[in-house]
């Protein structure tokens, strides 16, 4: 399993958060997503099939694109 910090500068409350983790925990292979809007941070812990361009993929996608 893989962890990885991605820095998301879009994030600005709970709400961008939940979305997110909404979003990326449908992914196969995410095991866990851990949101901050103070640090505009997600952690998130995967493994096959999810890769790091996938989830970065989707945050483009949904309009949270990691830095």
Excluded at 6 to 13: L, T
Excluded at 38 to 56: L, Q
Aim: glycine letters at 6%; aromatic letters at 4%.
């Amino acid at each position: 399993m893989a962890q990885q910090t991605f820095n998301v500068p879009q994030i600005s409350c709970g709400h961008c958060v939940k979305a997110i983790k909404d979003e990326l925990s449908e992914m196969p292979g995410v095991q866990s997503v851990q949101g901050s809007p103070e640090n505009k941070t997600v952690v998130v812990d995967w493994g096959a099939p999810a890769s790091e361009d996938a989830i970065r993929a989707r945050l483009r996608e949904i309009n949270y694109p990691a830095d």
